[in-house]
């Protein structure tokens, strides 16, 4: 019986530090998107629809241009 009035206060202590953390986990964006870094690892570096992993200074560069009549290039 004195084992109970020691387990429960720790129990409970535990707890209450477990909800703290998730709640902070929650509150600083750590379940924001789950889906996305999952998805992001199947599509190629290469595909030009696909921004994740462009910089964004390479991809004005590599941006196709215009031709004279204002239509992009076929590729």
Same mark, same amino acid.
């Given at each position: 019986?004195?084992?109970?009035?020691?387990?429960? +206060? &720790?129990?409970?202590?535990?707890? &209450?530090? &477990?909800?703290?953390? #998730? #709640?902070?986990?929650?509150?600083?964006?750590?379940?924001?998107?789950?889906?996305?870094?999952?998805?992001?690892?199947? #599509? @190629?570096?290469? @595909? +030009?629809?696909? *921004?994740?992993?462009?910089?964004?200074?390479? &991809?004005? *560069?590599?941006?196709?241009?215009? @031709?004279?009549?204002?239509? +992009?290039?076929?590729?």
């Amino acid at each position: 019986m004195p084992a109970l009035y020691v387990m429960i +206060p &720790a129990a409970l202590l535990i707890v &209450a530090i &477990a909800v703290y953390i #998730f #709640f902070w986990a929650v509150d600083s964006g750590q379940y924001d998107d789950l889906e996305g870094p999952a998805h992001s690892i199947l #599509f @190629d570096d290469q @595909d +030009p629809k696909h *921004q994740a992993a462009v910089d964004p200074t390479q &991809a004005a *560069q590599a941006a196709p241009k215009p @031709d004279d009549h204002g239509v +992009p290039p076929r590729g």
